[in-house]
């Protein structure tokens, strides 16, 4: 099965500067999706970008960019230019057609 | 914008009673999700729904099952509480496949004493 994994259980920025969150997947396909999703405390769960893996050029929505490395199977997050509203968990998906996988969460406090 | 409630946010329960969940959706998605989140293990997929009556189980289906009579409402059931489904519980909805993205609830806390 694949599995996705998020290797900092936590993290922390200072207001205004950039950090950068880690994914790695396993997978054997060639087609699949990847999503990094933002869950703000005691709020709803809501996706920050998703990226085609067959599109070579990396998503970018606003603040928010990712570094994909398909042949190192990487999904990284970049914040810009943090945010108070960007404390929250963050979680990497997997998804192809039969299939959808989540990280274990990375908890991101912004400092001011 | 898509719509996905929750009956309760937090709920109280004692062990051997059965606990139901419910969940409703506002966009006509087929796809709906129950995930169990507890920390350090991320979401974990209980069952999904592709139609209705129509289920499929997911990573930890033991002692939970799942009712889809209706397109817009899927309940989890919990046959016989225990206190190790003592959780947050998340529910969503999206289009199919299943690497469409997902509309998530507000989640239910369930604690069972």
């Known amino acids: 099965a694949q599995t996705v994994t998020q290797s900092q259980p936590e993290m922390s920025v200072q207001e205004a500067e950039t950090v950068t969150l880690s994914c790695t997947y396993d997978?054997?396909?060639?087609?699949?999706?990847l999503f990094w999703y933002k869950q703000p405390p005691s709020r709803q769960m809501i996706l920050v970008i998703r990226?085609?893996?067959?599109?070579?050029q990396n998503a970018t929505e606003n603040r928010f960019s990712v570094n994909f490395q398909k042949a190192a199977k990487s999904f990284s997050l970049k914040i810009s230019d943090s945010q108070l509203g960007d404390a929250a968990m963050y979680f990497c998906?997997?998804?192809?057609?039969?299939?959808?996988?989540f990280g274990a969460g990375t908890r991101l406090t912004v400092k001011p | 914008d898509v719509k996905v409630t929750q009956s309760s946010r937090y709920l109280v329960k004692r062990t051997g009673e059965k606990v139901f969940l419910e969940c409703v959706q506002d966009?006509?998605?087929?796809?709906m999700f129950w995930y169990r989140q507890d920390p350090g293990l991320g979401l974990r997929l209980i069952y999904f729904?592709?139609?209705?009556?129509?289920?499929e189980k997911g990573d930890i289906p033991e002692g939970y099952s799942v009712s889809r009579e209706k397109k817009e409402r899927f309940s989890l059931i919990l046959e016989s509480a225990s206190t190790n489904q003592t959780s947050m519980y998340l529910c969503?909805?999206?289009?199919?496949?299943?690497?469409?993205?997902?509309?998530f609830g507000d989640g239910t806390r369930l604690s069972i004493l």
């Open positions: 969503a909805s999206s289009f199919p496949p299943l690497y469409q993205p997902q509309h």
């Open positions: 997978t054997s396909e060639s087609d699949y999706y």
């Open positions: 990226q085609e893996a067959y599109k070579q």
């Open positions: 998906a997997y998804g192809k057609i039969n299939d959808m996988r």
């Open positions: 966009m006509d998605h087929e796809n």
């Open positions: 729904s592709y139609d209705v009556k129509m289920k």
